[in-house]
């Protein structure tokens, strides 16, 4: 589960040489593909797609994370490193497979249901091997802790969501994170939003951005 890492990544790397990210959208649209299929969604306010050392950013967390293929990165506008981010990944097991959305939701929450996937997400050793990952991305040690949880699934999404603590020597940093996890066009997908700890209503916050999100992706003609 190597999404933990994805806001280490972007702490990590960023605090050394922030710079503004750059929307080069046209029409304040962002586009991404999933394998063959093609998807757009509204650009967010206050988010950009990175160009120039937010690119740099961009490369880093998708190369520390050896389960998904980064559909999309947005990175605030603003340069804050600590500022809310975005990310659409998919797992390298579905980049192919053609699902429904029903389909989709109702083998999530079988799966959230099982012990053996509530005890892994609480285990810590999804932290340690993604603090490893991590770790060996950008030659630094890193420290994670906190806990994702599986909370439940409406008609559009299953979501995930917690609040996670990164340390790199000096550096530190306690996270918001709600992840949306459904289909749009018959591709799996998932929806991640990152922000500052703001307790369980910034958790309740960032799960429903990521939801409002999933709603404006389109499949596109090609």
């Known amino acids: 589960m190597s999404i933990r890492i994805m806001w280490a990544a972007f702490v990590v ?34 988010y950009c797609l990175p160009a120039g050392h937010s690119a740099d950013v961009a490369q880093v967390i998708a190369a520390g994370d050896k389960e998904n293929v980064t559909d999309l990165s947005l990175f605030s506008c603003s340069g804050d490193p600590f500022a ?6 998919t797992p390298i097991p579905a980049l192919t497979a053609d699902v429904t959305r029903e389909q989709a939701l109702a083998g999530i929450g079988k799966v959230f249901d099982t012990n053996e996937f509530q005890q892994l997400l609480s285990s810590g050793e999804l932290n340690g ?32 969501g917690g609040i996670m603590q990164v340390k790199m020597e000096t550096t530190a940093a ?49």
């Open 84 to 89: 809310n981010y975005i990310l659409i990944k």
């Open 13 to 46: 790397v960023v605090s050394a040489a922030a710079t503004p990210a750059v929307a080069l959208s046209k029409a304040g649209v962002a586009t991404f593909h999933i394998g063959s299929a093609g998807f757009e969604m509204p650009l967010p306010a206050g």
């Open 129 to 160: 091997r993604a603090a490893k990952e991590l770790g060996s991305a950008i030659g630094r040690e890193i420290d994670l802790s906190g806990e994702l949880k599986p909370l439940g699934k409406d008609a559009t999404c299953g979501y995930l």
């Open 174 to 222: 306690r996270v918001s994170l709600g992840a949306c996890l459904s289909v749009v066009g018959r591709r799996f997908m998932a929806v991640y939003v990152y922000g500052p700890d703001k307790g369980t209503a910034g958790v309740a916050a960032e799960l429903a951005e990521a939801r409002r999100l999933m709603e404006t992706i389109r499949p596109t003609a090609d």
